[in-house]
């Protein structure tokens, strides 16, 4: 893992959602400390961690297939939290009405699991 590539990861996704990206942090799995983010919310990184960790194990246990790379969630206050997971999480609060879902889910999302991905494997 490559902590200036995770600032880089960061700043593709700043270029590509603009001023509806309110804040996002990246942080090792089962840990929930941000290493990296912007506008960053601690607070928010430790409580998505063991969000994750229990919809992971609420769909084992309930025979639903596996949570795979990614999950959206529609939050008050017009925002949507995204969030990437692998060894590491990538939580991310943007404005829905700054952006429309297509460039989010078409664009944002995949140029930043690429990123995401490229360092993480560094």
């Known amino acids: ?15 590509d959602l603009g001023d509806a990206l309110v804040s ?32 992971k194990k609420a769909l084992d246990g309930a025979g639903f297939p596996t949570l795979k790379d990614y999950y959206l969630l529609k939050v008050d206050g017009g925002l949507v939290v995204v969030l990437i997971f692998d060894d590491y999480q990538w ?13 989010l889910l078409n664009i944002a999302i995949p140029n930043a699991q690429k990123a995401f991905k490229e360092a993480l494997t560094a």
């Open 24 to 55: 996002t942090d990246i942080y090792p799995s089962g840990v929930g400390t941000p290493l990296v983010g912007y506008n960053s919310n601690p607070q928010a990184s430790a409580l998505f961690d063991q969000v994750t960790t229990y919809i």
């Open 91 to 103: 939580v991310m609060f943007v404005d829905d009405s700054k952006v429309n879902l297509g460039i």
């Open 1 to 15: 893992m490559d902590i200036k590539k995770l600032q880089k990861a960061i700043e593709v996704l700043r270029n």
